[in-house]
């Protein structure tokens, strides 16, 4: 069964899709604000995501880049915004397709169905990934060492904004060549995509962080002349 997170704050059409999608045999989940559709995707692991943008904590788009640090799960944006800077904001944030409000529910499953096509591209990883000793949960932005033994504690690590860019973008790309060029202008943006010392000085940090050696790293890989790599 397809199993469909829907996120809005209207408690009539939240319960209106519920019913309309449990009938044509979907799974529904539901989130009525921005944190709690990221902590429900990151425990549930749906396989669409219908999302409104105008939600009382977050922005959709802020939503949707959320669950792009961790899943390419696709997105369908159900909104009552309609002018096109809000559609380009979204599906630049990372959406797969923009329906405005009101809409025909006959138009929302075909969307659905076009969406689903694309599954198995658009997989989802899990939320929690291991690198080495540590367990880096994406959408909690929480990095846990795990203790050699049993008894002991674990200890959380703490990342800075631009490490947890660079862990992202690798981590969605787990065993893939990154280049340095798409690194730089993911985090920073344009402007830094040439500033390759920049990009090994934030480098070497995360691995004297998330490396047992740092100077012989066995997940943050540098593929000289090339770009990165995260191995799981």
């Given at each position: 069964?397809?199993?469909?997170?829907?996120?809005?704050?209207?408690?009539?059409?939240?319960?209106?899709?519920?019913?309309?999608?449990?009938?044509?045999?979907?799974?529904?989940?539901?989130?009525?604000?921005?944190?709690?559709?990221?902590?429900?995707?990151?425990?549930?692991?749906?396989?669409?995501?219908?999302?409104?943008?105008?939600?009382?904590?977050?922005?959709?788009?802020?939503?949707?880049?959320?669950?792009?640090?961790?899943?390419?799960?696709?997105?369908?944006?159900?909104?009552?915004?309609?002018?096109?800077?809000?559609?380009?904001?979204?599906?630049?944030?990372?959406?797969?397709?923009?329906?405005?409000?009101?809409?025909?529910?006959?138009?929302?499953?075909?969307r659905l169905r076009v969406?689903r096509r694309h599954a198995?591209?658009?997989?989802?990883?899990?939320?929690?990934?291991?690198?080495?000793?540590?367990?880096?949960?994406?959408?909690?932005?929480?990095?846990?060492?795990?203790?050699?033994?049993?008894?002991?504690?674990?200890?959380?690590?703490?990342?800075?904004?631009?490490e947890w860019g660079i862990?992202?973008?690798?981590?969605?790309?787990?065993?893939?060549?990154?280049?340095?060029?798409?690194?730089?202008?993911?985090?920073?943006?344009?402007?830094?995509?040439?500033?390759?010392?920049?990009?090994?000085?934030?480098?070497?940090?995360?691995?004297?962080?998330?490396?047992?050696?740092?100077?012989?790293?066995?997940?943050?890989?540098?593929?000289?002349?090339?770009?990165?790599?995260?191995?799981?």
């Amino acid at each position: 069964m397809i199993k469909v997170l829907v996120v809005d704050d209207e408690p009539q059409l939240l319960r209106a899709l519920r019913i309309n999608l449990t009938a044509r045999k979907y799974e529904v989940v539901t989130a009525v604000d921005g944190t709690s559709a990221l902590a429900i995707a990151a425990r549930t692991l749906p396989d669409l995501v219908v999302l409104d943008l105008g939600l009382p904590d977050l922005d959709g788009a802020e939503v949707i880049k959320g669950l792009r640090g961790w899943t390419e799960v696709p997105i369908v944006v159900l909104s009552g915004r309609a002018d096109a800077s809000d559609k380009v904001e979204a599906l630049d944030a990372g959406a797969d397709d923009y329906l405005t409000k009101p809409f025909s529910m006959e138009e929302l499953l075909a969307r659905l169905r076009v969406a689903r096509r694309h599954a198995d591209r658009n997989a989802p990883k899990a939320a929690v990934q291991r690198v080495g000793d540590f367990d880096v949960d994406v959408a909690s932005h929480t990095v846990t060492r795990m203790p050699d033994a049993p008894e002991a504690v674990p200890a959380t690590v703490h990342l800075t904004p631009t490490e947890w860019g660079i862990v992202e973008v690798l981590l969605k790309n787990a065993g893939r060549l990154v280049s340095a060029r798409q690194l730089l202008t993911e985090v920073w943006g344009h402007g830094y995509e040439n500033d390759t010392p920049l990009l090994r000085f934030h480098f070497t940090k995360l691995r004297r962080k998330l490396e047992r050696e740092p100077s012989r790293p066995a997940h943050l890989l540098t593929e000289p002349g090339m770009g990165y790599r995260f191995q799981p």
